[in-house]
């Protein structure tokens, strides 16, 4: 049982690493906070954090290395420009830069991004996880939820378009830094169920008025209306309610398929009771062994 | 010529008082930076300030004044509660709070409450200048742009309903707190019409799709676009469409009606560029005539 590649998924604050044979079976791991916005300041930057962690699973100096991620966005390690849409696990290879400041091959897979009149969009690690999804036939969709929730189409091992809806993002600046600041308190509320999806099917059916019921939430504490007493868990389902809006606008019926929800956890919950309220059919599939077999994949390909 | 009153529009952030006739001729003006948040705090509070701009006018220690604005809020001067719709001249001066602490009668008028399911909605201030707008007849509807903007249907006198929307409010959250604070930066930009009415028709005509599109502002700039030349062109023409997407959705067509703009300057500018993308008539109205006309009918009714 001898180790193939190192695979790691280095986000913009998280470091995960995984030692695999050739099948992908996992023979080691690690993961930590060493980040892109970390590490480039850490004890010999980039090549100095893999290197530690490399050496805590035992590795030798010559062990290839496949990473994805916002590494290698611009100010990330080394910058691997995207590719454009559609893509696949072929293209996905061909586009990885390999790092120059070190003396081990450490590969950098590129993210995507999508040139259309009023849909450019881009995505970094992303891509290789949804690449990695498990094979399934036809036209697919998948939704990977969070600060920037990505909503891709997969047709056959293709990835053909997708859409980032700035949902978590949102979600922190308006009950951070609006009116909604006086409103929205999550430490001092519980999340209701039937709250959140009466505000899921609100956004949903009249998204434009996105802005005014976000403002209700205000008046309704200003009024102190029994609606006022659950603003965090309201806000937070008028956003996901729009982006599922916006996910049917730009990709059609979602109630005519079932989704890939690439998430786990409390986040995973939220966007089952979302799907739940609109009857949209939705399946969980387990992220972290998305991106792993996404990253084995291209590893084959740059390294056969 | 002697004057019947003393009239203040005493906001958040501004102070602006009139002393005017029984015909309501104005005979006197001040205006000052005194508004709720700093009035509480300066010396004498807000009866200080109200007399030092008073006794710059010469005006004598017996005459009334009637004031509309925040200093009614529950931070401000004393509370004046909101009154519900429908209301007019009448049932604003009915809900008019005296201030005690004063030897001057002093008069503040209340603000307006819509109490609706999934409607709840307030304003304070606004609901003066709306009924002293210039009288018409049948259903008319009012925009009041700003940070939380207020679309107001009124009936003969009455004003009947409203809609807040937190275009401003979320438009300085997205710009400042949000991935987009690394491409909006409106110092470096000059405002292009063309890209601000593509996007207000953009957001108006697919109101769901509003995330993904703020989101594309980050990506053009990443993908060096020629679209992302006008990032905070484009963030504020998507949230005034989303807006008026938002009134037309809760007020009916707007291309059927002529909308009284209350608003000068660069915001009604922008506001008639966006009414002009969208085929939308409309008129501007003077803002500040409007607000002295609500204020002198109240003051003849409480003062009669």
Chains 1, 2 share one sequence.
Not at 39 to 44: F, S
Not at 118 to 134: C, K, N, P, S
């Amino acid at each position: 049982m001898s180790a193939f590649a190192a695979l790691a998924d280095w986000g913009t604050s998280s470091f995960r690493l995984w030692l695999v044979d050739g099948e992908g079976a996992v023979l080691g791991e690690r993961r930590s906070s060493e980040g892109m916005t970390t590490a480039g300041e850490a004890e010999g930057g980039f090549a100095g954090v893999l290197e530690r962690q490399l050496d805590a699973l035992g590795v030798a100096g010559d062990l290839p290395v496949v990473a994805c991620g916002m590494v290698g966005a611009r100010q990330g390690w080394v910058e691997a420009t995207y590719i454009d849409t559609p893509a696949d696990p072929e293209s996905l290879a061909d586009g990885a830069v390999r790092v120059t400041d070190t003396g081990r091959a450490v590969f950098i897979l590129p993210g995507v991004c999508q040139r259309a009149e009023g849909a450019f969009d881009v995505m970094r690690g992303e891509e290789t996880q949804i690449l990695g999804l498990e094979a399934g036939e036809g036209r697919r969709l998948a939704c990977l939820p969070g600060t920037h929730s990505k909503w891709v189409v997969l047709e056959e091992d293709r990835l053909t378009g997708f859409s980032t809806f700035m949902t978590g993002d949102l979600y922190a600046a308006i009950a951070g830094h609006t009116i909604l600041k006086h409103s929205v308190k999550p430490q001092d509320e519980s999340f209701d169920v039937a709250v959140f999806q009466a505000a899921v099917r609100a956004a949903f059916a009249r998204p434009a008025e996105l802005s005014n019921r976000l403002f209700s939430i205000r008046a309704a504490g200003l009024l102190a209306q029994e609606e006022a007493q659950h603003p965090a868990t309201t806000l937070s389902g008028l956003l996901i309610g729009l982006e599922l809006a916006g996910a049917a606008s730009r990709f059609g019926r979602l109630d005519e398929t079932s989704v890939r929800l690439v998430a786990a956890g409390p986040l995973a919950s939220r966007y089952r009771a979302a799907f739940d309220a609109l009857d949209i059919a939705a399946h969980e599939e387990d992220g972290e062994a998305a991106v792993r077999r996404g990253l084995l994949a291209a590893a084959r390909k740059i390294l056969r």
